[in-house]
């Protein structure tokens, strides 16, 4: 029995196209650091979350403020989008806390960037489970826009802000007690 030699020949063509390896990836830039991708991306979204939805009381009374129209919600489902993926570059293996030579604004209270790097690459698997928290406090900001729930939006904003002062209190201001006393009671 014979074999048709175009089924040879397509059986050799196929093996060798699995014996192939595929072309390496490159590399991306990685020239942002922690710092910079938090006051880029993470604290302005934060804010502007913050800042949507509120229930203030003063001398007028009660108000109540959150997003009404479309393009509000919109902005709101925008930053929360920043907010769910800016862990993910924060985690970027090999990203630097800051730039080399950079110093605390305020060295009485927050922690050197050497120190918040050493503390970070000590315990990775701690940093990356801080950044979670984040991205799950972020979607539901999320699912909150697209459900344009403003009570919902209130509560992920307080989770967000949770998300962000235990990874703070844990890397760049550990030593400040006023901080952590506040922490501790939940004023």
């Known amino acids: 029995m014979s074999i048709p030699f175009w089924l040879l020949a397509g059986a050799l063509i196929a093996a060798s196209a699995c014996g192939r390896t595929p072309p390496a990836e490159p590399d991306l830039l990685r020239t942002a650091t922690i710092k910079d991708i938090m006051d880029s991306m993470v604290d302005p979204s934060a804010e502007f979350l913050f800042d949507s939805v509120a229930t203030i009381a003063d001398e007028r009374g009660i108000t109540e403020k959150a997003p009404h129209t479309d393009e509000e919600w919109l902005e709101v489902r925008r930053r929360a989008i920043q907010l769910l993926e800016a862990p993910n570059l ?90 952590q006393e506040a922490a501790r009671t939940g004023q």
């Not at 990775?124 to 909150?144: E, G, P």
């Open 90 to 179: 924060l985690v970027t293996t090999g990203r630097q806390v800051a730039l080399a030579g950079e110093q605390s604004k305020n060295p009485e209270i927050e922690l050197q960037p050497a120190q918040i790097q050493q503390l970070i690459d000590g315990d990775r698997v701690s940093f990356v489970t801080r950044a979670r928290a984040l991205q799950d406090a972020a979607m539901m900001a999320l699912k909150a826009s697209d459900a344009r729930d403003k009570g919902a939006l209130f509560a992920a904003c307080e989770r967000i802000d949770k998300a962000c002062e235990n990874c703070h209190l844990h890397y760049w201001y550990p030593n400040d007690k006023r901080a």
